[in-house]
């Protein structure tokens, strides 16, 4: 994203190359959230307390 803002500054870059550097680094932000979380479909152990 920063490349197409710089490029973007020079007037080289387009509109259709900034929208898809939004939605890479919005993919990115979820793929990553999606690790944080330990992954889709893994089991996990749960966090707290037992009672």
Do not use: E, P, Y
Not at 7 to 15: D, E, F
């Amino acid at each position: 994203k920063a490349i197409v803002l710089a490029l973007g500054a020079v007037g080289i870059a387009t509109m259709w190359a900034a929208v898809f550097a939004d939605v890479g680094v919005a993919l990115i932000a979820v793929l990553n959230a999606t690790r944080a979380m330990g992954g889709v479909g893994r089991k996990t152990q749960g966090v707290g307390f037992s009672v």
